[in-house]
């Protein structure tokens, strides 16, 4: 019967495959904790105050106004944009995604709604203005 040998570089083989696989694991880990995640909807409060609110718009922070548009011809704020609540699920597509959204409405409640309707297509960033409108113009912020 013939003696079969094996040779001492194919008893490395399993080691440097074994290698090979710790170290793409390793890169994979570094190249994913490398990577900025984004904002977490617990970064942005669900409801600011209208001081937090100007603030913001200040900052340069999206407006979406969720009034029906009577109300927004009485008075609204500078730069905001009005897609009134009954037809915001249909203009989704006209939001910026990328960027903060604070909601206003007259009193703090369809803002509110409007809020949770953005969270829950996917919108991270949303807050809702307490106080809505009454509260921005009583407090003197800029108005139209």
Request: hydrophobic letters at 45%; one cysteine or more.
């Amino acid at each position: 019967m013939a003696k079969v040998t094996r040779s001492k570089g194919n008893s490395r083989i399993p080691y440097l495959l074994a290698g090979l696989v710790l170290l793409l694991l390793l890169a994979f880990a570094v190249i994913s904790l490398s990577q900025p995640n984004p904002p977490a909807v617990a970064d942005v409060p669900p409801e600011i105050s209208v001081d937090v609110a100007a603030q913001k718009y200040e900052d340069g922070v999206f407006f979406l106004d969720v009034r029906e548009p009577h109300e927004w011809e009485e008075v609204h704020i500078p730069g905001a944009v009005l897609v009134p609540l009954a037809q915001l699920e249909s203009r989704l597509s006209e939001l910026p995604r990328d960027q903060e959204i604070v909601v206003v409405c007259r009193s703090g409640n369809r803002s509110a709604t409007a809020r949770d309707i953005l969270r829950n297509a996917g919108f991270e960033q949303v807050s809702s203005m307490a106080g809505g409108m009454n509260e921005w113009a009583k407090s003197g912020y800029p108005t139209e």
